[in-house]
């Protein structure tokens, strides 16, 4: 009994040095080399200050994971420490208060996810790198701010964080991560020091309080989904030198009312407009080859659409639900048009399809209820019977003789004759209707020899 009493007395000791010693009070101290860290929070105190010396060397990191889920309300580290680990404090939930010294140069990955009841951190000179996610879901960090020494910031690192209101950035940055502030609902301004050249997908995401963001003209690369769901951008003006305006990049942005997009602009992906309800003040650019589905549809303050003669076809839904949309100006080199492309443009009042077109696609122009003139040229040879569907009365222009004025005759539309056409459309023969006095199509009849059977 007196030898089990004296091992436990020797293992509390232990721990009491171990936690104790160089005035740290409730953490565990590991000596790695010539260096030590924070492994382990051990603890009852909620205000925790940690020792810059520990055995004779140096405590310079908090170990991954040395804090997680801990019931901590501040930590105050010393000048020693250059790193906090991964998951460091991560869900300390109530944290409130964080004390860096300088000194320190890496926040990494996770550092402080999820601590939600920190409301605001100033990082010290020196801290060059802020991982990814690393303060992720702290959902009442109302301000951060950064030493002129930051460099990076990780993917994700401000994920969620829904009550920040504004981030300055200093001239180190030059990226924007993959969601780095994705999620930030009250964020209202992002000021950029430095000379910015990527915004990586999702990188504003959901920032829905944003109202303007200035894109540096070093930028070369824009994300998809970048400023997906930012509903109170007003403007923006894409750089030139940017070729590619990708998929959902300015999605659900609906107060965004101008957007100037540079002669370098070829491609416009899916859904890159989709649902930007206000926008009025806006052109294709020139050199534009290609635009994919839905790219505008709801854009429904949109007024005016001019096709650039580099652009051939135009896509599903292209210009769908664009409710004030009045005026499309064609070329003739476009030949081939998506299902719906102009459905529920329903301010359209007049519209010239072009020659280049020889069919007009399923629900073109369905539901176009102000439709009043329809010029069809006479190298259209389909028309479905959807293409006009909810469109109404109006008044079919076409060249005599092509199919267009069959079509229009056969639907019991209003014609206009506007010319005759190059090539007369020659309607298919009909089936002759049955003729009960036809003998020779009775069964059983055997010509002029009589009935089958009966000779």
């Keep these: ?32 080399g010539d260096a030590a860290a924070v492994v382990k929070y051990v603890g009852e105190s909620a205000k925790v ?14 170990a991954d994971k040395a804090f997680l889920d801990e019931f901590i ?40 996810a999820g601590c939600a009841s920190l409301k605001s951190i100033v990082l010290p000179e020196g801290v060059t790198t802020i991982g990814e996610n690393a303060f992720s879901g702290c959902k009442s960090l109302e301000s951060i701010t950064f030493p002129s020494t930051v460099t990076t910031i990780g993917p994700g690192a401000f994920y969620q964080c829904t009550s920040l209101k504004e981030i300055i950035l200093p001239e180190g940055v030059t990226s924007l991560s993959t969601g780095v502030f994705w999620g930030c609902k009250s964020l209202e301004s992002i000021t950029v020091k430095g000379m910015l050249t990527t915004i ?17 003209e070093t930028v070369k690369d824009i994300g998809a989904s970048a400023f997906l769901n930012c509903k109170s951008l007003t403007s923006v003006a894409v750089p030139d030198g940017i070729t590619v305006i990708k998929e959902y990049t300015f999605y659900g942005c609906s107060s965004l009312a101008s957007a100037s997009l ?44 001019t096709i650039p003669k580099t652009l051939t076809s135009i896509p599903k839904g292209a210009f769908s639900s664009c409710s004030g949309l009045k005026e499309i100006n064609f070329h003739d080199s476009i030949t081939i048009g998506g299902v719906s492309a102009f459905s529920d443009c329903t301010s359209l009042s007049e519209v010239t399809l072009p020659r280049g077109m020889t ?3 399923i629900s073109f122009f369905a539901n176009c209820s102000s439709l009043k003139y329809v010029t069809i040229p006479d190298e259209v040879q389909v028309i479905p019977d959807s293409a006009f569907k909810g469109c109404g009365s109006f008044t079919v ?26 090539t007369i459309y020659e309607p298919p023969e009909t089936e002759p209707a049955d003729d009960d006095d036809n003998f020779g199509g009775w069964d059983g009849w055997d010509g002029w020899g009589g009935w089958g059977g009966r000779r």
């Design 73 to 112: 309300e501040s930590i105050t580290l010393p000048n020693t420490i250059t790193r906090i680990g991964e998951s460091g404090f991560q869900d300390c939930k109530s944290l409130t208060e964080v004390n860096l010294s300088p000194g320190l140069i890496t926040i990494d990955k996770n550092a402080f």
């Design 262 to 305: 540079p002669d370098s602009v070829t491609e416009i992906q899916k859904e890159a407009f989709k649902y930007c309800s206000a926008l009025s003040d806006f052109e294709l650019p020139p050199s534009l080859s290609s635009l994919d589905d839905n790219a505008f549809l709801g854009c429904s303050s949109l007024t005016s659409v």
């Design 359 to 361: 069919e007009i696609p």
């Design 49 to 62: 200050t940690v020792t810059d010396y520990y055995d004779g060397v140096p405590v310079t990191e908090v």
């Design 200 to 216: 990586e997908d999702r990188a504003m995401t959901d920032c829905e309080s944003l109202t303007s963001f200035d894109i540096k």
């Design 1 to 32: 009994m007196k030898k089990i009493f004296f091992a436990a007395a020797l293992i509390v000791t232990a721990l009491c040095l171990f936690s104790c010693k160089g005035g740290t009070f409730g953490v565990r101290i590991e000596v790695r």
């Design 397 to 422: 222009r076409v060249w005599e003789g092509s199919f267009a004025e069959y079509w229009a005759d056969s639907n019991g539309r209003i014609k206009e004759i506007v010319g005759v056409a190059d």
